[in-house]
């Protein structure tokens, strides 16, 4: 428990060794990813970065990630379960482009500094602390980025794995927290994750994290489909939070119901030590997934169980 009290109290070290980090590198990298993700890749200058989906043509999540700039590359930085795959998907649309692809997932690794404290121990470390949400700077052999996988704030280091001890020398500051307790957290704090809470059937538009979307950018894969939901209005179901009674959480997949029809399903759920509480995550017909609506989740009759509401991520 001391890296989950860390992270809501101090600073906690979160080891994220295991991403999976794509670079891509050549005159034609920044139209290729443009054409490709969901967010305006070709504005960004090298020191920036954002938050974006890569789709199918029928606008299905291949996954998310963070896209960085740099002077002479981007990198594409996403969860484990999906490198293998967009590297696959960016190399097959290669074709007479100017664009080099490189796997550092097994080269490089990365830890963050989360909880209200991290800028302290970034600054005894003498570490840079970019202030804008995904912009970055070098540090020692890698990079430092204003990013958090758990919602609480923080920033990421990348280093090349054979710097990795003298990284973290500086550290000692942090306590180490697992993968546990960066679970709770995350989900205390509505953040969803890809392969959790954000499948290949998914759309963008159901996940609420509008901040991974721009809607006048120009075509893109998946574009067609995002527009024709854009221009209806909604979609018919949305990821919201869930605030539950009791300390058993319900198995992912539970059924949600309101007034005996089924509304939705559970794709994360954890019990909060702070909250007291069950705290989830569920993709919920509208327009059940108002804040405050009284619902029923699927082995845990008689609780009082509550939507959160439609919890969109802006990165701290």
């Known amino acids: ?35 490709m993700s969901t967010n305006h890749i070709q504005q960004l200058q090298p020191g920036q970065g954002c938050y974006a989906f890569f789709l199918t043509a029928q606008g299905k999540i ?108 500086g550290l000692s500051g942090a306590v180490e927290a697992d993968d546990e307790a960066v679970r709770v957290v995350r989900l205390e704090e509505g953040r969803p994750r890809y392969g959790e809470d954000i499948f290949e059937v998914t759309l963008p538009m159901e996940t609420a994290q509008e901040h991974g979307l721009h809607y006048s950018k120009g075509c893109y894969i998946g574009q067609e489909i995002v527009e024709r939901v854009r221009s209806r209005g909604h ?29 939705g399903k559970v794709t994360s759920a954890v019990y909060s030590p702070v909250q007291g509480q069950i705290v989830g995550l569920a993709y919920l017909r509208v327009p059940h997934n108002s804040p405050g609506t009284a619902v029923e989740v699927e082995g845990l009759r008689g609780a009082t169980s509550r939507v959160a509401g439609p919890e969109p991520i802006a990165e701290s």
């Open 235 to 263: 979609v018919n179901r949305l990821l919201a939070g869930l605030r539950l009674e009791g300390s058993q959480p319900p198995a992912a997949g539970a059924r949600i119901l309101v007034a005996g029809a089924d509304v």
């Open 62 to 169: 291949i996954c998310d990630a963070v896209i960085l700039c740099f002077a002479d590359h981007f990198l594409i930085d996403v969860e484990p379960e999906a490198a293998q795959r967009i590297y696959e998907h960016l190399d097959r649309f290669i074709i007479a482009d100017d664009v080099a692809l490189e796997d550092r997932t097994a080269s490089w690794t990365a830890f963050s500094v989360e909880g209200p404290r991290a800028a302290e121990v970034l600054a005894a470390a003498g570490i840079p602390r970019p202030a804008q949400p995904w912009t970055h700077e070098p540090w020692n052999e890698g990079f430092i980025v204003r990013c958090s996988v758990t919602g609480v704030g923080g920033w990421r280091i990348s280093v090349p794995k054979a710097a990795e001890a003298g990284a973290l020398a």
């Open 1 to 35: 428990m001391q890296g989950y009290q860390a992270l809501h109290e101090t600073a906690a070290l979160v080891r994220l060794g295991t991403r999976g980090r794509i670079a891509a590198a050549g005159e034609d990298a920044a139209r290729l990813l443009h054409a």
